[in-house]
């Protein structure tokens, strides 16, 4: 299994991102995907998470600016980002879960700063 991250970047405060992530390999239908991000200094913290059903999670710091989604035919998982902030920049981390374990995707990093 292998997941490939792309859309990160530089962005001024208040600005929009749209990260993806597609999967490919020998995938269960049933699986989790999710986005995770690491800041400086910081450990790796869940962003968003949502399941094969489309049930979503957020973590709170990013609620009601970011939305997750997924075209599960494509094995893809995207990320809206929306008002940023400067704590919002991070490596962010795709992630795949299903039976056979837990996937990471190589990172983007995501620069919020005027």
């Known amino acids: 299994v292998q997941l490939q991250a792309s859309g990160g970047g530089l962005v001024q405060p208040g600005g929009s991102l749209r990260l993806s992530c597609a999967a490919s390999?020998?995938?269960?239908?049933?699986?989790?995907m999710g986005w995770y991000r690491q800041a400086p200094g910081k450990k790796r913290e869940l962003v968003a998470t949502?399941?094969?059903?489309?049930?979503?999670n957020y973590a709170d710091s990013v609620k009601g600016r970011f939305t997750i989604s997924r075209d599960s035919a494509k094995n893809t998982v995207y990320l809206q980002m929306n008002s940023l902030k400067p704590e919002d920049t991070a490596v962010y981390y795709c992630?795949?879960?299903?039976?056979?374990?837990?996937?990471w995707g190589q990172g983007t990093q995501v620069t919020v700063s005027s």
């Open positions: 390999g020998s995938i269960s239908r049933i699986n989790i």
């Open positions: 992630n795949l879960n299903f039976y056979s374990g837990s996937y």
């Open positions: 949502i399941t094969s059903g489309s049930s979503t």
